[in-house]
């Protein structure tokens, strides 16, 4: 009975650190000496399992909500993509039946959200920082190659989102202009097809006042998302290599 009591107490809590998504502050323990997990145990390892970068906590974002996350710590600064200005898109070299030379496959969604939070010297606070783009709602200009990449190349069915959570910036001065333009690089890990690799992207930005705008892009391969490139009657051939681009549009959150 005792241990119930306990789970009953922990699971409400769980739930609370789940739903905001930062580090719980720890909780003094009751000084029980039955060994059970203490309540300040079970919040520290729910903060942790909802910060990670795993294909569970990807497609648990299933209404695809913008990402909720903690406010910036003091002297930072956090700021909220605009979906409606932003959009994500894939770029892949592709050798169709009857025609002589490549051309390139380009599919876009504007379906992304996030959150980029600084602390106070300028580094990322990468535990409340994350852009989620919503693989399935991906379109380009023939909707045969949509459905196909969906379905056997991206698997959207079981892997609907594309995660990334930036840790570092190098070349972005601090603090951050409020004009003029700045060319740098944005470092993190990126999660689809359920597997997490580390990226690199290279980013142009315009600032303006608090507002950020510009895009970023990275080159991957198909294999090391454990996909296979797409190949079908029309399409002979597609390189193993893939750029992902994101064109943003960030304001300080809470504006």
């Given at each position: 009975m005792h241990r119930f009591r306990k789970l009953v107490f922990a699971i409400p809590l769980l739930l609370l650190t789940l739903a905001c998504g930062s580090s719980a502050t720890p909780i003094p323990s009751t000084g029980d000496s039955s060994g059970?997990?203490?309540?300040?145990?079970?919040?520290?390892?729910?903060?942790?399992?909802?910060?990670?970068?795993t294909p569970e906590s990807t497609n648990s974002a299933a209404s695809g909500s913008p990402v909720v996350s903690a406010s910036p710590p003091a002297g930072g600064l956090s700021f909220t993509l605009d979906p409606s200005q932003s959009e994500a898109s894939y770029r892949a070299t592709e050798q169709l039946a009857g025609i002589s030379s490549p051309t390139d496959a380009v599919g876009t969604t504007s379906d992304v959200s996030g959150t980029i939070v600084f602390d106070a010297n300028g580094a990322i606070v990468s535990s409340a920082s994350k852009i989620t783009i919503d693989l399935t709602t991906l379109t380009s200009d023939k909707s045969q190659r949509d459905n196909y990449i969906k379905r056997s190349t991206l698997n959207t069915n079981r892997y609907p989102y594309a995660v990334f959570v930036p840790t570092s910036v190098a070349g972005l001065s601090w603090p951050l202009p409020t004009t003029g333009q700045a060319t740098f690089t944005i470092t993190g890990d990126l999660t689809a097809h359920g597997i997490t690799k580390p990226t690199t992207w290279n980013a142009t930005a315009t600032f303006d006042g608090g507002k950020i705008s510009g895009n970023a892009s990275t080159d991957v391969k198909f294999e090391e998302f454990g996909m296979s490139p797409p190949r079908t009657m029309l399409v002979l051939s597609v390189e193993d290599h893939l750029t992902f681009t994101l064109n943003f549009v960030f304001t300080p959150a809470g504006a």
């Open positions: 059970s997990t203490t309540t300040a145990a079970v919040a520290t390892d729910a903060t942790t399992t909802a910060a990670a970068s």
